[in-house]
C-alpha cells in the first residue's frame, strides 16, 4: 500500500472518531411510559410533567422511573436542555467554568442515572435562586438607603416642632396663671391656647409622617436581611452538592452554564 493511501486512511479514521464522539441534541418530546405517554411539558426538581390531547397528566416522579425510561427522557429535548443548560444575563467566566467541573463531578458522582438527574436539577433551580436574589439585592438596598436619608429631615422637624411646642404649652400655663389680670389676660390666655393646639396638631402629623418612613426603613432593611439570609442558605445548599459559591457580600453572579458533555456521555451509555 503506497503512503498516499495509509494517509487517506488515517484521515478517514480520525474522521470517523469525531464523527462517531459527536451526539446531536434531541430534536422531539414526545416521551412514552408504561402508564402514561405524552409531550415532555415539564422536567424540575418535583418531577415530570407530559401534555396528552390538550391537557397536562399528573406530575411523575423521577423515582418512580426504570432506568431505560430515563435514558429515554434524555433523548427529549426539554429534558435535555433542562440537564445541560443553565441561562444567565452574565457571560461565561473563569467562575463558570470552575462550577461546570463541579456540576460534572456531581453529576459522575451520582449513585445513578435517576439520582443524577434529580440532584442536577436541583442545583441548577438553587443556581436560578441565588441570582434571583442577588438581582433584588441592590434595589433593596437602594429602597433602604432613600428612605434612611428620607428621614434625617422629618426627624429634625419632628424635633423642631416638638420642642416649640412644648414652650407653646409653657406658655398656656404662664397665661393662665394670668388670667385674672383682665381682658387682655385671657385674650393672652386664648392665643396662647390656640397656638399650642396648632402647634400639637402639626406635631402629631409630623410623628405620623416619621412613623411612617421608620416603617419604610424597617421594611426596606429587612428586605435586604431576607436576600441575605436567602443566599446564604441557598449558599449552603449548594454545598452539600459540593457547588462552591459565596454566601456573603461581595456576591457573583452565577454566569451561563453549558453541560452537555456528561449528559452526553450517559446518553451513550446502554
Known sequence: MSMRSLIVLGLAAVTSVHAGSYLAPPTGDFLILSNAAGTVRVLDAKGLVLEKNLAYLPRIALADLSPAK?????????????????????????????????????????????GKIQTRLE????????????????????????????????????????????????????????????????????????????????????????MIANGQIAGANQQVADHLARCAALAARLATHGIKVSGAPPFAPIPLLTLQTEVDAERKTP
Open 123 to 210: 442545583i441548577l433551580e438553587d443556581l436560578r435562586d441565588y441570582n434571583n436574589e442577588i438581582a433584588l439585592l441592590p434595589g433593596s438596598l437602594a429602597a433602604a438607603s432613600q428612605y434612611a436619608a428620607n428621614e434625617i429631615p422629618l426627624n429634625s422637624r419632628l424635633t423642631n416642632r416638638a420642642a416649640t411646642a412644648v414652650a407653646a404649652a409653657a406658655q398656656v400655663e404662664v397665661t393662665e396663671r394670668d388670667r385674672a389680670g383682665g381682658p387682655t389676660a385671657q385674650v393672652a390666655e386664648q392665643q396662647a391656647q390656640e397656638n399650642y393646639r396648632e402647634l400639637a396638631v402639626r406635631v402629631e402629623k409630623d410623628n405620623d409622617q416619621t
Open 70 to 114: 430515563l435514558q429515554a427522557l434524555l433523548e427529549t429535548k426539554t429534558a435535555y436542555a433542562s440537564l445541560t443548560g443553565f441561562a444567565s444575563g452574565h457571560g461565561t467566566n473563569a467562575q463558570g467554568a470552575v462550577i461546570e467541573r463541579q456540576l460534572q463531578t456531581t453529576w459522575q458522582q451520582g449513585p445513578s442515572l435517576a
